[in-house]
């Protein structure tokens, strides 16, 4: 299994602990990894409400640079999925768009011939790694430790480009907990919008939506959470302590990223995951995670 990377920019700039426990579970998983150091910002969504063209343009950059290596592109966010996956499912559909895309690539030397396809790691564990071995590569068994799946709105919508997971009742993220050992948390906050694209023009709406999510996840009885996307996980760790002030209760919620808490199953130390990173401490989930140790998962 080999992909080209796409780290996009909070795994290499406000969520560094994200990058460096992706390429370790990815090592440890036999998932060879190629990355795109040359890629560009996937706009998040936003430069597309300015200029659609030009969001297209940057991301076909981003395909054409993979699809010359052959390989598939892997995402560790949940937003540049999103992101990612409508543009290509444009650029695939469309040929006079993918042309006209191509024709704004060409002074580079590149071209997109629409032969990509774009893959969160999530998927990737699914689908390609498989759960059978996941299953068989866990170390440190999560059995006792009761996980809040949280998705957040890029991974799932619109699932006409994304067609992986039900919008409505997903079931991935609980699938990978179950695999870890762990067990998971059903509420209705998991399908949720984190809060974190109106956090600079309307915080205290942005920490009632997360602080909400983490509350109601919290009342039914989880040790911590987990995002496959790096602005929710922001969302959730870096905002609790507003939240918390805004809600006036105390959460204390360890917020995991997706790939922190396959590495720990797999038996990676805290450094390895970064988890000192975390602004809410993650300590009464390890301690869990301890107290079930030789448990099967």
Known sequence: MKYALFTGCAAKGACPELYQSAVGVARLLGIELEELTSAACCGAGVI??????????????????????????????????GVLSGANKSLKEDAPTRERINAMLAPDGLAYRGTTDVKHLLW???????????R???????????????????ILRPSKDLGFDDPDNPTSLEKVIT????????????????????????????????????????????????????????SLDIYQERAERQLGER??????????????????????????HHLVSVQSALAKVEAGRGKSP
């Open 48 to 81: 597309k409400e300015g200029d659609p063209d030009l969001s297209l343009a940057i991301n076909a950059r981003t395909f054409a640079q993979a699809e010359a290596k052959g390989l598939p592109v892997m995402t560790i966010c949940g937003t540049c999925q």
């Open 124 to 134: 990737v564990l699914i689908q390609d790694v498989g759960l059978e071995k996941l």
């Open 136 to 154: 068989k590569a866990v170390k440190r068994s999560l059995a006792g430790l009761r996980v809040a799946p949280f998705y957040g709105c890029y």
């Open 179 to 234: 695999a870890l050992g762990g067990e998971r948390i059903d509420y209705s906050g998991r399908i949720k919008c984190c809060g974190f694209p109106l956090v600079l023009e309307k915080e205290s709406m942005a920490l009632a939506m997360g602080g909400g999510n983490t509350a109601e996840a919290k009342r039914e009885g989880a040790d911590c959470m987990v995002t496959p996307c790096p602005l929710c996980h922001m």
């Open 251 to 276: 959460l204390d919620m360890p917020i995991f990223h997706l790939p922190q808490l396959v590495g720990l199953a797999l038996g990676l130390s805290e450094k390895d995951l970064g988890l000192s």
